[in-house]
T-cell receptor, first 115, second 114 residues
Framework: DTAVSQTPKYLVTQMGNDKSIKCEQN?????MYWYKQDSKKFLKIMFS???????INETVPNRFSPKSPDKAHLNLHINSLELGDSAVYFC??????????????FGEGSWLTVV | DQQVKQNSPSLSVQEGRISILNCDYT??????FLWYKKYPAEGPTFLIS?????DKNEDGRFTVFLNKSAKHLSLHIVPSQPGDSAVYFC?????????????FGQGTTLQVKP
């Protein structure tokens, strides 16, 4: 049973396309996140949602739009893909804000390659 | 401006010996620190954490040390095992914000040789 699952795991697409990455968690957590690992291997937060409400938006371009239909799902839609969007995108979840013992659990990652 | 830094991109140790992974941070507002372990093609998994009110936390073979004055933390693995070979990420958060925002270092790849 995968706690945080995201699909697709691998995605190769052309510049200018629109794509979505889906994420679901079965841990009963109320907070979900999207992190991006860039070519330099840094993991950086993009968004967090608590009970479907946007909490963090880290100056991510408007082409990235997260959507949380319920607290178990947080999808990431990317419009007009650019070469620089190529990265690994990790979905994650936690109970509460991920502070002081509220461990953040990560999905396996979605490898996005824009050509 | 990278607030959490892991200056050693890689580390190689012999099985049974101690592995020491280091992490430095610049933001004195950080008050909670974590280590995550990541295998290839998998997501990071939580390993151990420490609050700024402590200077040491131990969990089995893993111990994290925090030196607030030096803004430095380290992860000790004793004894190291081949299965510990992975990328280790240090992360920090500002608890007062309670947003779950973790600031990660760039990772250190540990190789434990049999």
């Amino acid at each position: 049973d995968t706690a945080v699952s995201q699909t697709p795991k691998y995605l190769v697409t052309q510049m200018g396309n629109d794509k979505s990455i889906k994420c679901e968690q079965n841990l009963g957590h109320d907070t979900m996140y999207w992190y991006k690992q860039d070519s330099k291997k840094f993991l950086k937060i993009m968004f967090s949602y608590n009970n479907k409400e946007l909490i963090i938006n880290e100056t991510v371009p408007n082409r990235f739009s997260p959507k949380s239909p319920d607290k178990a799902h947080l999808n990431l839609h990317i419009n007009s893909l650019e070469l620089g969007d190529s990265a690994v995108y990790f979905c994650a979840s936690s109970q509460g804000g991920g502070y002081s013992g509220n461990t953040i659990y990560f999905g396996e990652g979605s490898w996005l390659t824009v050509v | 401006d990278q607030q959490v830094k892991q200056n050693s991109p890689s580390l190689s140790v012999q099985e049974g010996r101690i592995s020491i992974l280091n992490c430095d941070y610049t933001n004195s507002m950080f008050d909670y620190f974590l280590w995550y372990k990541k295998y290839p093609a998998e997501g990071p998994t939580f390993l151990i954490s420490i609050s700024s009110i402590k200077d040491k936390n131990e969990d089995g073979r893993f111990t994290v040390f925090l030196n607030k004055s030096a803004k430095h933390l380290s992860l000790h693995i004793v004894p190291s095992q081949p299965g510990d070979s992975a990328v280790y990420f240090c992360a920090a958060s500002k608890g007062s914000s309670n947003t779950g925002k973790l600031i990660f270092g760039q990772g250190t790849t540990l190789q434990v040789k049999p």
